[in-house]
């Protein structure tokens, strides 16, 4: 997991450019509402800049405004396409080449979506606010759904607030069988890691389902690691094949965060005695 860029103010400009091309009776709807809009964007930017976001409450909207809000970023014409696909293009092609390749959310699939970090369906206002508007997989999005408080406490990551390479939270410690390996994944809170923080991090985790989709995924790097040692001089030097597996998870940490969860089945697999005498 590594942060997310998101693209710089002003968001206004973004906003005029769905006003400017939107079909006329949305465009009428909304123009009586810009103000409004301004103000609402102006009080996102504050709490996300502040890490105050749990505290932004939702906003009543009249049925015709909130379909007009919604049209920005659901409508299917091609007056309210341009500016959409523009945005979401933009989105994309401004994150590093890692987080062009795997979701940050999970690390698993391709980040072929964009989730409402604050659910458009609660506030429409925020449906084509830049700062809102991550990327990540359909998996991940459709299981975070409207999720990302509770008890007025943010519970899902924010990648352009949390620092998640502070320091590492993910493990995994794997019983190896020859005939089948016992993988488990916990969170453990580094003190450099506010409670808040991991609290975060906790909630992510449960509401992705992302300890079962670890475990069910764990297979492909246990495979790839007896590769490695079978492609690999070890002589037979438990040592040896310890120091190739913890070698092979600092890489991939450089490159994918120090919390991919592959690397830590790596380095769950050099501290197995078992795994390490296996043929
Ligand atoms: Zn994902």
């Known amino acids: 997991m590594k942060p997310l860029r998101v693209i710089p103010p002003p968001y ?3 906003l005029d450019e769905f006003f400017n091309s939107i079909e006329l009776p949305y465009r009428q709807r909304l123009a009586r509402i810009r103000q409004r809009i301004v103000l609402r964007y102006q009080e996102y930017e504050n709490k996300h800049r502040l890490d105050t976001l749990e505290a932004l409450h939702a906003q009543t909207w009249i049925a015709s405004q909130k379909e007009a809000l919604l049209y920005c970023y659901d409508g299917d014409t091609v007056d309210v396409s341009v500016p959409r696909d523009t945005l979401i293009n933009r989105i994309h092609q401004l994150q590093p080449a890692v987080s062009k390749e795997k979701c940050q959310y999970c690390m698993l699939s391709e980040p072929k979506s964009i989730d409402h970090f604050l659910p458009k369906s609660i506030f429409p206002e925020f449906a084509v606010l830049p700062l809102n508007l991550f990327p990540c997989c359909q ?4 299981k975070k759904f409207t999720f990302w408080r509770r008890n007025g406490s943010r519970r899902i990551i924010n990648f352009a607030i949390d620092n998640v390479e502070v320091a590492r939270f993910l493990y995994c410690e794997i019983e190896y069988d020859p005939r089948g390996a016992r993988v488990e994944f916990e969170l453990r809170r580094h003190h450099s890691i506010s409670p808040r923080l991991f609290g975060i991090i906790e909630g992510h985790f449960m509401r992705l389902g992302l300890f079962d989709r670890y475990k069910d995924a764990a297979t492909g790097p246990i495979s790839e690691a007896q590769s490695l040692l079978r492609n690999s001089f070890t002589g037979g030097f438990k040592f040896i094949r310890r120091s190739i597996l913890l070698r092979h998870a600092n890489s991939q940490e450089e490159v994918y ?18 795994f390490l005498r296996a043929d």
Do not use: K
């Open 257 to 274: 965060g120090i919390n991919f969860w592959r690397a830590a089945v790596f380095r769950a697999l050099a501290e197995s005695r078992e």
């Open 12 to 14: 206004i400009q973004y």
């Open 139 to 142: 998996y991940c999005n459709s």
